[in-house]
């Protein structure tokens, strides 16, 4: 029990350092993109991470945090302290699992099909909720990776758009893990354009809030190219645990 306090003890002041340092570089990079530090959603990646120390992220300040599988968020949901927070879903969504995050996330930024979209759409309207989502884009083009190509994307967006109790938020993208600085800073630039392009089409039931994109190794990078959305997860909380 002695070690299990330290090792939260040791978590939380780790946490506590990490988030100043990520606060520090996201109003860098917000100034030197020419918005405000304000302007940027930290988003919380809390894959493995344990209830505990997501709620002290919270109570840090965090008020973004987003889950990439849906049984762990099932099994976390009753002890988040969401009073202060929003819980998101950030990972590739089955459509039969669509039924256990519905009410419990207030957005799914991992839509990549009109199936998916017509599933939550299909319960969030027979739960009298409308759910936020946004349209998640296989920006590098990779077989066997979700998300829409990028040449289906128009497409998909107006076949999504008319569907009753969704609304469309924004743009979510994944640069190939393998991508150099200069191959990442493209992949982002070429996501900015999107999200301004289909921002000026004015389709009814869209809104480009959010260009979500960017993780713990390249979230100053993706705020420069025009991210006003991260995702981040080790940088924050450390290195990923799997045997907990």
């Known amino acids: 029990m002695e070690k299990l306090s330290n090792d939260f003890d040791r978590r939380f002041s780790d946490l506590e350092e990490n988030l100043k340092v990520i606060r520090g570089n996201i109003g860098e990079a917000a100034v030197k993109s020419g918005r405000r530090p304000q302007d940027i959603t930290l988003l919380a990646a809390t894959k493995t991470v344990p209830v505990e120390v997501i709620n002290r992220g919270i109570e840090l300040g965090i008020d973004h945090i987003g889950e990439n599988k849906v049984q762990e968020l099932c099994e976390k949901y009753d002890a988040y ?84 109790s969704l609304h469309i938020r924004g743009l979510m993208a994944i640069p190939p893990v393998n991508a150099n600085a200069e191959e990442t800073q493209g992949y982002f630039s070429k996501m900015y354009q999107y999200f301004v392009d289909i921002k000026g089409k004015k389709i009814d039931n869209i809104n480009m809030d ?34 907990q």
Do not use: W
């Open 81 to 164: 302290e969401l009073s202060r927070c929003e819980l998101q879903f950030i990972g590739h969504l089955q459509t039969n699992k669509v039924k256990n995050i519905i009410g419990k996330v207030t957005m799914i930024q991992s839509v990549d099909s009109v199936k998916l979209a017509g599933e939550i759409s299909r319960l969030s309207l027979s739960r009298s909720l409308t759910t936020d989502i946004l349209i998640e884009v296989n920006i590098g083009s990779e077989p066997n990776k979700s998300g829409v190509l990028p040449s289906a994307l128009d497409e998909l967006i107006r076949r999504i758009a008319p569907l009753p």
């Open 210 to 243: 959010y260009l979500s994109m960017g993780m713990s190794s390249d979230y100053t990078q993706a705020i420069v190219s025009g991210a006003n959305m991260v995702r981040v997860g080790s940088a924050l909380f450390g290195p990923r645990i799997y045997n």
